[in-house]
């Protein structure tokens, strides 16, 4: 096959990126194990998945923290 006869369209394989943001997070020894005891098993014996459980500790942190921030929260910093 020649130069020419390539294709300049390269093929896109897989699905789309859903998680651009990624961040390895450091914890306490411990931390995790103690997060695993808490989580509730699922259906067929598996565990919650832990990710979900971080994204939404972070997210509700997040959401605690701006509501606090806002001049419209009326309360002090």
Do not use: C
């Not at 411990?30 to 014996?45: K, M, Y």
């Not at 997210?59 to 002090?76: F, I, M, N, V, Y």
């Amino acid at each position: 096959m020649t130069m020419a006869a390539e294709s300049v369209i390269r093929p896109r394989v897989g699905r789309k990126q859903r998680w651009d943001e990624a961040h390895g997070a450091r914890f306490v020894r411990g931390t995790l194990a103690r997060i695993d005891a808490v989580l509730r098993p699922r259906q067929e014996g598996r565990p919650q998945i832990s990710n979900r459980f971080y994204r939404g500790a972070v997210e509700r942190e997040l959401k605690r923290r701006e509501t606090r921030a806002s001049p419209q929260a009326g309360g002090s910093p």
